[in-house]
């Protein structure tokens, strides 16, 4: 079982930044793929950036260029590092954790409020 706590959302003007934190409990850290999500009100939850247990990456478009996700295994934290950030970035950001041994476990955070003003 892995829990997941969201830590670093708040309210930001448009062009300011804001950095997520994610903690996970457990030993099993550094073999999970991580992500975020986010969900706007009205919409549904789309992938943010996502990082695998090597260290690669991937991210949305509309947050190309402007998102930095990244990992410390040694503190079982994953972060996303948002610049530049716009009104439509305003959402409800998620953390996910994916454990593939025989079948995939899927684990998830309560979220944390992210909101932009113009």
């Known amino acids: 079982q892995v829990q997941l706590m969201e830590s670093g959302g708040g309210l930001m003007q448009a062009g300011g930044s804001l950095r997520l934190s994610c903690a996970a409990s457990g030993s099993i850290f550094s073999r999970l793929n991580m992500a975020w999500y986010r969900q706007a009100p009205g919409k549904q939850r789309e992938l943010v950036a996502g990082?695998?247990?090597?260290?690669?990456?991937n991210y949305a478009d509309s947050v190309k260029g402007r998102f930095t996700i990244s990992r410390d295994n040694a503190k079982n934290t994953m972060y996303l590092q948002m610049n530049s950030l716009k009104p439509e970035d305003t959402a409800i950001y998620y953390c996910?954790?994916?454990?593939?041994?025989?079948?995939?476990?899927?684990?998830w955070g309560q979220g944390t409020q992210v909101t932009v003003s113009s």
């Open positions: 996910n954790a994916v454990f593939t041994v025989l079948k995939k476990y899927d684990y």
């Open positions: 990082i695998a247990r090597d260290g690669s990456t």
